[in-house]
């Protein structure tokens, strides 16, 4: 069965120090991936998405994300890190099959982030 | 990105009886919608997707009886939890599925229900 895999379940750091969160899926086949934030009381956003192409992805608030189909991971970075950065963190797989698509996501466990100011 | 709404954002009701929740995709038509439920500091799980006209697929383990899902229009998908019990308290979340483009869901605000 197709698994999300996140490493790291609470990050704690100071404003302006770097991140990285570790994702990994088992699927061997075609797949997109997704990086998702959820701020305190709000909904889900997505943060950047892969689907094919260059696999070092930017997204928004200048995080950015790297497939690497070799080690099946899509690890999510930011360079310096905003007390406003404070959120839950998903990482997504959307497995292809074929010519299909049922667009159904697989979440991982979620990372908690908390910046301090 | 594409807007979805759910309704209510909030719920309390009592043991025994049924709760219905909408999600709507407001800019854009949705044939498949997805259902998830979550837990305080977990990760989403998916409970069912939601076709348009036509039954709902749901995840193993969730009872079908129990989250009935209707998908009457392009831009509803409803969820009913019959006969809610005090374990049925959780975060519900839909998404919708955009295929105009690329299959990128989008996510509601979630509803969260506590049954007393």
Known sequence: ?117 | GAVVSQHPSWVICKSGTSVKIECRSLDFQATTMFWYRQFPKQSLMLMATSNEGSKATYEQGVEKDKFLINHASLTLSTLTVTSAHPEDSSFYICSALDTRASYEQYFGPGTRLTVT
């Open chain 1, 1 to 117: 069965a197709q698994s999300v895999s996140q490493h790291n379940h609470h990050v704690i750091l100071s404003e302006a120090a770097s991140l990285e969160l570790g994702c990994n899926y088992s699927y061997g086949g075609t797949v997109n991936l997704f990086w998702y934030v959820q701020y305190p009381g709000q909904h889900l956003q997505l943060l950047l998405k892969y689907f094919s192409g260059d696999p070092l992805v930017k997204g928004i608030k200048g995080f950015e994300a790297e497939f690497i189909k070799s080690k099946f991971s899509f690890n999510l970075r930011k360079p310096s890190v905003q007390w406003s950065d404070t959120a839950e963190y998903f990482c997504a797989v959307n497995a292809k099959r074929g010519s299909g698509n049922t667009g159904k996501l697989i979440f991982g466990q979620g990372t908690t982030l908390q910046v301090k100011p």
